[in-house]
């Protein structure tokens, strides 16, 4: 029997609608363009979402092809409460490294961020702006931190504002209807399948393949 029988939706569908949902920043009209190919609710794209974004686990950039990491962080509203959502980011490569939500912008946090990186990617360079807590974890860390200039941060705050400007449109709410929540569902499903679609945006053929491609594995 042909595995695609047993599965409702064929891969190639769900990754179109994936693509249409980032693209258009609308569930809806996610589902709305899917109607010439095939019917299907804004539930089920929400929730192919939700199930697909473990698939970006397979995303994996090896630390060599690693020159230099830009770090920064910004405010999200997460179910009306105020996050940190701190960013990693290989300009050369146009991809965020490394990512992490927290309650608090803090020395200790920033450090816990900064020794993931280290673990992860080795013992890179570190651009971020002149924020003391930056300059302190890399210390810390025996991490050289270089302060970026104007040309620079403005890379970075582009990469950056394409974030805000996503979660502006989504009111900046992701709500959660589970008790006691700590909104790590954030991080794991939508802004990791987010960030991915971010970096292959430019290549709806690179994003659709790679989601296929890795569903059937």
């Known amino acids: 029997m042909d595995s695609f029988e047993r599965i409702r939706t064929h891969p190639t569908i769900i990754a179109y609608g994936l693509y249409l949902y980032f693209s258009s920043r609308s569930?809806?009209?996610?589902?709305?363009?899917?109607?010439?190919i095939t019917k299907r609710t804004h539930v089920s794209i929400w929730k192919w979402v939700q199930k697909y974004a473990k698939?970006?686990?397979?995303f994996v950039i090896g630390r060599r092809r690693i020159k230099e990491i830009f770090v920064d962080e910004t405010l999200l509203k997460v179910?009306?409460?105020n996050y940190w959502l701190w960013l990693a980011y290989e300009p050369d490569l146009h991809v965020c490294l490394l990512f992490h939500?927290?309650?608090?912008r803090t020395i200790f946090v920033c450090y816990q961020f900064f020794r993931r990186i280290r673990t992860r990617f080795g013992n890179k360079p570190i651009f971020t702006d002149s924020a003391h807590w930056y300059n302190d974890a890399c210390?810390?860390?025996?991490?050289?931190?270089?302060?970026y200039g104007t040309?620079?941060?403005n890379i970075m705050e582009r990469f950056i504002q394409q974030i805000k400007d996503r979660t502006e449109c989504f009111d900046d709410n992701f709500p959660c209807g589970t008790h006691k929540c700590d909104r790590q569902?954030?991080?794991d499903n939508w802004l990791r399948l987010y960030l991915l679609y971010l970096h292959m945006k430019t290549d709806r053929v690179k994003f659709i393949d790679?989601?296929?491609?890795?569903?059937l594995s």
């Open 55 to 58: 698939l970006t686990d397979s």
């Open 101 to 104: 939500l927290s309650r608090e």
């Open 185 to 187: 569902h954030v991080v």
């Open 151 to 153: 040309e620079l941060k």
């Open 79 to 81: 179910d009306g409460q």
């Open 210 to 215: 790679f989601v296929i491609r890795n569903s």
């Open 27 to 36: 569930y809806r009209f996610a589902s709305k363009s899917l109607e010439q």
């Open 139 to 147: 210390r810390w860390l025996r991490l050289k931190h270089v302060i």
